[in-house]
């Protein structure tokens, strides 16, 4: 059995248990380095550690334009560039407030027809911090103290997501899809799903954001060319 980790810095690293010829198990743990390899393993379900940012994710991309095509060739190549022109040393701030950001995962329930409409696409959204106390929101939805704001994020540069935490929510949400119903669209339950894969994780990241981020951000990111060539000489 093997697992596949992403790293820090875009690494992924699979790891597996050997048992050498002529030994007994359970055999020796090998890690190996498939940074360049992503695309043998786009389907192969995937772990993120604990210190991974949403700039380790475009690393993979970069460091494997095979997978590019898969993805939305140059949606996925100007998303990268963009993500990746982001100084690490001097993260921007989210336009909302962003504690991390999350890869989930939406099935439908139609009650009434007794039908659940799963599918294999994963999202991305951001996690605010928790709440202090129970607040009303702007959609007249009373929250707690201690619960989580889901944030969207599709009309964000990712240049100002880029340094935040990426995690993997191995809970799937199901919602009523049954129009007639009064709780059309609320959450009926969430089920336990862990296996993400490399790949549904990547799709949910170049489809949920897009390519217009901001120009004066862009240009922010861009080095001064007098120090550039300065710096040539």
Partial sequence: MSTLFLHKGGRLELTRWETPKGSTPPGQRVEVDVSTQAARFLFEPL???PEVTLRDAFLVIRAN??????????????LTAEALSSDPGAPVEPDADIEYLEIYRLWERNTRAGRTRGS???????VSPQLPEKIDDEAWTSLHGGTRRHVPI????????VDLPLRINPLVIVAEA????????H?????????????QVL???VSDLTTHGR???REAAQADPVDAALART
């Fill in 47 to 49: 772990e993120i550690a």
């Fill in 65 to 78: 334009p095979s997978i590019q095509p898969v993805l939305g060739a140059e949606i996925a190549a100007n």
């Fill in 120 to 126: 294999e696409r994963a999202r991305l959204h951001g």
């Fill in 154 to 161: 599709a009309f964000s540069s990712p240049m100002v997501l």
């Fill in 178 to 185: 049954d129009p007639s119903a009064s709780r059309c669209g």
């Fill in 187 to 199: 959450v009926l339950e969430e089920v336990l799903a862990p296996d993400v894969t490399l790949g």
């Fill in 203 to 205: 799709h949910a990241i």
């Fill in 215 to 217: 120009p004066a951000l």
